[in-house]
């Protein structure tokens, strides 16, 4: 079957064995990244929501206690998304078709993890300034 036979939407990558390993170790680091993420995001999450319960009824203290909580979430967000790519990028290693989709969803949600790269990577540039 030539490309132009091939069904709309399967689409497969061809990888030799050496470059597969390389993606399941990939896809191995990045659900470790994002599973550390999740889990140390999660202890901030849950600090910064005593802090939250802490600051009483004072709203300066309780918005900022609240950014707080926005701010140790966003990691937790992230980690959710870099599993998910590297579920993603797991399955070209592993699938005989649909690489080009399970390579798009991975690219996809790789784009918010360092969009919320930048936003952490900006936040103390903003609160400096306010």
């Given at each position: 079957?030539?490309?132009?036979?091939?069904?709309?939407?399967?689409?497969?990558?061809?990888?030799?064995?050496?470059?597969?390993?390389?993606?399941?170790?990939?896809?191995?680091?990045?659900?470790?990244?994002?599973?550390?993420?999740?889990?140390?995001?999660?202890?901030?999450?849950?600090l910064?929501?005593?802090?939250?319960?802490?600051?009483?009824?004072?709203?300066?203290?309780?918005?900022?206690?609240?950014?707080?909580?926005?701010?140790?979430a966003?990691?937790?967000?992230?980690?959710?998304?870099?599993?998910?790519?590297?579920?993603?990028?797991g399955?070209v290693?592993?699938?005989?078709e649909?690489?080009?989709?399970?390579?798009?969803?991975?690219?996809?949600?790789?784009?918010?993890?360092?969009?919320?790269e930048?936003?952490?990577?900006?936040?103390?540039v903003?609160?400096?300034?306010?």
């Amino acid at each position: 079957m030539d490309d132009a036979d091939e069904p709309i939407g399967v689409a497969r990558v061809e990888f030799d064995e050496a470059e597969e390993r390389g993606l399941e170790r990939l896809a191995t680091a990045m659900g470790l990244v994002g599973l550390l993420q999740m889990l140390l995001g999660g202890i901030g999450v849950v600090l910064a929501l005593l802090l939250v319960v802490q600051s009483g009824a004072h709203p300066i203290l309780l918005l900022v206690a609240l950014l707080g909580v926005i701010y140790v979430a966003l990691p937790v967000w992230q980690g959710m998304l870099l599993r998910e790519a590297g579920e993603a990028i797991g399955k070209v290693a592993g699938s005989d078709e649909d690489d080009q989709e399970y390579l798009a969803s991975a690219f996809r949600r790789l784009r918010v993890v360092f969009i919320v790269e930048l936003i952490l990577a900006l936040w103390p540039v903003v609160r400096k300034l306010l």
